[in-house]
């Protein structure tokens, strides 16, 4: 079975670094594509950065870009999220996900329907 499990989560100042990690196992690593998703209270869901594990194409919203670094070491099964210049509005509970093989685009990699779900990470930032 597909498991997806978060890692890396914590406090940090406006300004700090976290770096979360999602484990994969069960599947084919390097067919899938893996996302990283956040959602604060009362928000809706964000798509925050995806990867296609078999080429390295990337995607990453708009509100993130510059500072944010997805990354997949497909020797460990494992996506990284690279966090840097955190902001108070990064705060969120943080989810990596994962959707089955196909033919992905670099820019819908995180508006496909995703199949399967870590539990999560919570990344909290003080101003």
């Known amino acids: 079975e597909v498991q997806l499990q978060a890692y890396g989560g914590g406090l940090v100042q406006a300004g700090g670094f976290l770096r979360l990690s999602c484990a994969a196992s069960?599947?084919?690593?390097?067919?899938?594509?893996i996302g990283w998703f956040r959602q604060a209270p009362g928000k809706e869901r964000e798509g925050v950065s995806c990867?296609?594990?078999?080429?390295?194409?990337?995607y990453y919203a708009d509100s993130v870009k510059g500072r944010f670094t997805i990354s997949s070491d497909n020797s460990k099964n494992t996506v990284y999220l690279q966090m840097n210049s955190l902001k108070p509005e990064d705060t969120a509970a943080y989810y990596c996900?994962?959707?089955?093989?196909?033919?992905?685009?670099?820019?819908?990699?995180?508006?496909?329907?995703?199949?399967?779900w870590g539990q999560g990470t919570q990344v909290t930032v003080s101003s």
């Open positions: 990867i296609s594990t078999s080429d390295g194409d990337t």
């Open positions: 996900a994962a959707v089955g093989p196909r033919v992905f685009y670099s820019d819908y990699l995180c508006r496909y329907e995703y199949d399967y």
């Open positions: 069960g599947f084919t690593f390097d067919d899938y594509a």
